[in-house]
Antibody, heavy 119, light 110 residues
């Protein structure tokens, strides 16, 4: 069974750093890109970026380029999303997702991580 | 890149059919067949309902169907049921090698 299991909810202060994770299992991890998706409170889904676990090549949405870093450790089949300095506007639910075989469309999703940033 | 445009809300009575539109551009919906639709219930992960414009993943009801014409994609739901009440998002691959979601549509079953 394909699963993406994300780390737990986070409560942080503005200016702090954060790294959240997404562990894939039940499939060949290096064969499928992992994307990250944001949902701010009361808002829609936003695609943030994606990574190829086989070589760590990344592609970011222009809206998120330079604000977050996506990385992967294929030895433990885990992808990461990190911030060096959080802002209150980073408060959101963050999902990781894996595409359908042969497509770019996102079939498997993690359960989501609520990140709350306050001053 | 701008979000794809969807109506904010669509409603229908049980048993009726509804259609949700998703308008993009010649840089995304108009040139790629990687158009998908997701159902999103509050406090749950989004669920892929349609991929590659009109294909249904295993387990998704055949009451859901997708199509595309030019820069506009559509999701149709027939035989509307109470459980269909949710937010729906379209998405598309883009010529920049990125991915973009629609603005989202709240479906209400009257």
């Amino acid at each position: 069974e394909v699963q993406l299991v994300q780390s737990g909810a986070e409560v942080k202060k503005t200016g702090e750093s954060l790294k959240i994770s997404c562990k894939g299992s039940g499939y060949k991890f290096t064969s499928y890109w992992i994307s990250w998706v944001r949902q701010m409170p009361g808002k829609g889904l936003e695609w943030m970026g994606t990574i190829d676990p086989s070589d760590s090549y990344t592609k970011y949405s222009p809206s998120f380029q330079g604000h977050v870093t996506i990385s992967v450790d294929k030895s433990i089949t885990t992808a990461y999303l990190q911030w060096s300095s959080l802002k209150a506007s980073d408060t959101a639910i963050y999902y990781c997702a894996r595409p359908y075989s042969g497509s770019y469309d996102l079939e498997y999703w993690g359960q989501g991580i609520l990140v709350t940033v306050s001053s | 890149q701008s979000a794809l445009t969807q109506p904010a809300s669509v409603s229908g009575s049980p048993g009726q059919s509804i259609t949700i539109s998703c308008t993009g551009s010649s840089s995304d919906v108009g040139v790629y067949n990687y158009v998908a639709w997701y159902q999103h219930h509050p406090d749950k992960a989004p669920k892929l309902m349609i991929y590659d414009v009109s294909k249904r993943p295993s387990g998704v009801s055949n009451r859901f169907s997708g199509s595309k014409s030019g820069n506009t994609a559509s999701l149709s739901i027939s035989g509307l049921q109470a459980e269909d009440e949710a937010d729906y998002y379209c998405s598309s691959y883009t010529s920049s090698g990125t991915y973009v979601f629609g603005t989202g549509t709240k479906v209400t079953v009257l």
